[in-house]
């Protein structure tokens, strides 16, 4: 019984972890840092160049600068770099072939065909 997300049970149970269990001293840390981040950002003029003040004397973490930089982005769509891929470009080929085929309309054909698949059990 009470399987669900929404049980007061469960929702009781997670909210005690949240305050006094596993998940507090990440949750302190998590607001810890975003506090000496906001700190600093009031602590500059408008512009963003200039301090207006001595800070506290706290160190700001080394996290900080983890937030502050904008990791590179890594492309998940579509088969890049595939072992398919692979082999063709070691046997001297395009790692793609090029569409060759013409549909009804003229144009190039689609590399995938549209509708229900056509394997269905």
């Given at each position: 019984m009470a399987k669900s997300l929404r049980s007061k049970v469960k929702r009781s149970f997670r909210s005690k972890k949240r305050e006094t269990g596993v998940y507090a001293a990440a949750e302190a840390a998590r607001l810890h840092r975003l506090n000496s981040k906001l700190r600093q950002v009031t602590q500059k003029d408008e512009d963003g160049d200039i301090p207006l003040g001595e800070?506290?004397?706290?160190?700001?973490?080394?996290?900080?600068?983890?937030?502050?930089?904008?990791?590179?982005?890594?492309?998940?769509?579509?088969?890049?770099?595939?072992?398919?891929?692979?082999?063709?470009?070691?046997?001297?080929?395009?790692?793609?072939?090029?569409?060759?085929?013409?549909?009804?309309?003229?144009?190039?054909?689609?590399?995938?065909?549209?509708?229900?698949?056509?394997?269905?059990?």
């Open positions: 800070a506290d004397g706290e160190d700001i973490p080394d996290s900080m600068a983890v937030d502050t930089e904008r990791p590179q982005r890594v492309s998940t769509h579509g088969p890049r770099g595939s072992r398919r891929e692979e082999w063709r470009k070691s046997k001297g080929m395009a790692a793609r072939p090029n569409p060759h085929g013409m549909n009804r309309q003229g144009s190039v054909a689609a590399r995938r065909k549209a509708g229900r698949s056509k394997r269905r059990r």
